[in-house]
């Protein structure tokens, strides 16, 4: 994709007809692969919009679109005796990541940071290079979703390329890069006045009064620290099945193992890396067997720990984004809002 081209202040704002997503959607695929959200069973899933549509009224995905960043299975290198070849499986092309909500921008941002500091991720950073951010502000909301407690939602202000607001019969697009600017003048959309802006931050404003499950974020770092020894951590003990889902589908979570899988020639093979969860049991095990955090309470809080007190020094934020996917996904109902609440004494 050409790069980059001044852009005026005029071109910033446009509109595009939903009647015309189709071609929008066409154009973007004669510059880059694009993902957006589709339909999976009754829930939605980020796929390439081969001969699919987008279905940009989704609630939320099953996967994070970190799933395109960082890939759940991905080989690293291959071997044969002794030699050894490096494998990025990079995009051939642009991918443009359409249609994802305030929150999962604000994950990706966390994940640049993560992949990005003092030891950089070449695989990572490769497929991030590549990557084109296409926003949807959120003007309808989920019963779990709690962006707006920690500021990442429902409304986005930067990390995009272009920025998609539902107007109705219409999208408000907001280009944000040089880049943006490039996609829309493929697709050929027109300008819009600026007072769809006020459409926009009416549309938000209601989006945000909607918005029920609260995560308040006030001294939590104390409240946290104060209550490591809290009755309700031995409550989960019990409740939490271990069985990791709540972390796969995180869009911050970041941890992954890696495997080396031999062939049966026992000379060749490859090294792959896998998510990983701090939830599995073998997780925390080291030498001999030792494991410091065998017990289910234990696993449970560090999570929470993690994203609630360990991001912010490491990260300058929260290490969660309010998606609600965990409590979407998690069979017994552990819900991290609740958790908070009932350290609170509420
Ligand atoms: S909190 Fe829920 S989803 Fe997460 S490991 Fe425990 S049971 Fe599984
Ligand atoms: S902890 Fe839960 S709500 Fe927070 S970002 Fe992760 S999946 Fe979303």
């Not at 066409?26 to 699919?52: C, I, M, N, T, W």
């Amino acid at each position: 994709m050409a790069m980059p081209r001044a852009f005026a202040e005029a071109q910033r704002l446009l509109r595009l007809d939903k009647s015309r997503l189709d071609d929008f959607v066409e154009a973007l695929k004669k510059v880059a692969d694009v993902y957006g959200p589709v339909r999976k069973g009754v829930q939605h899933s980020f796929q390439l919009l081969e001969d699919k549509r987008p279905e940009l009224d989704y609630h939320t995905t099953i996967l994070p679109p970190k799933k395109l960043l960082h890939e759940p299975f991905e080989k690293l290198f291959s071997f044969e005796e002794d030699r050894v070849e490096v494998v990025q499986s990079v995009p051939k092309r642009p991918q443009v990541l359409l249609g994802i909500h305030p929150c999962d921008v604000h994950a990706i941002e966390i994940l640049d940071q993560v992949y990005g500091g003092e030891y950089e991720d070449p695989y990572y950073q490769k497929r991030r290079e590549q990557t084109v951010i296409i926003a949807l502000n959120c003007t309808t909301v989920h019963d779990n979703c709690f962006c707006s407690s920690l500021g990442t939602g429902p409304e986005l202000k930067s990390g995009y390329d272009l920025l998609m607001t539902d107007l109705g019969d219409q999208f408000l697009v907001e280009v944000g890069t040089p880049r943006g600017a490039e996609l829309v003048a493929e697709a050929g959309l027109e300008p819009a006045p600026r007072v769809t802006l006020v459409d926009k931050e009416r549309r938000l404003s209601e989006a945000r009064n909607r918005l029920r499950k609260r995560l308040l974020t006030q001294d939590l770092d104390q409240l946290l620290k104060d209550n490591f020894r809290h009755p309700v951590w031995e409550e989960l003990r019990h409740e939490c099945l271990a069985c990791g889902s709540c972390t796969m589908v995180c869009p911050t979570c970041f941890c992954y193992n890696t495997v080396d899988v031999l062939n049966l020639d026992l000379k060749s093979g490859w090294r792959e890396r896998v998510w990983d969860s701090c939830l599995l049991l073998d997780y925390a095990q080291v030498a001999q067997g030792m494991n410091f955090r065998k017990d289910r309470d234990a696993r449970i809080k560090h999570r929470v720990y993690h994203k609630l007190v360990y991001y912010e020094p490491q990260f300058g934020t929260l290490g969660c984004v309010g998606c609600g996917r965990c409590i979407d996904t998690c069979i017994k109902g552990i819900d991290i809002t609740e958790i908070i609440r009932e350290l609170r004494g509420e």
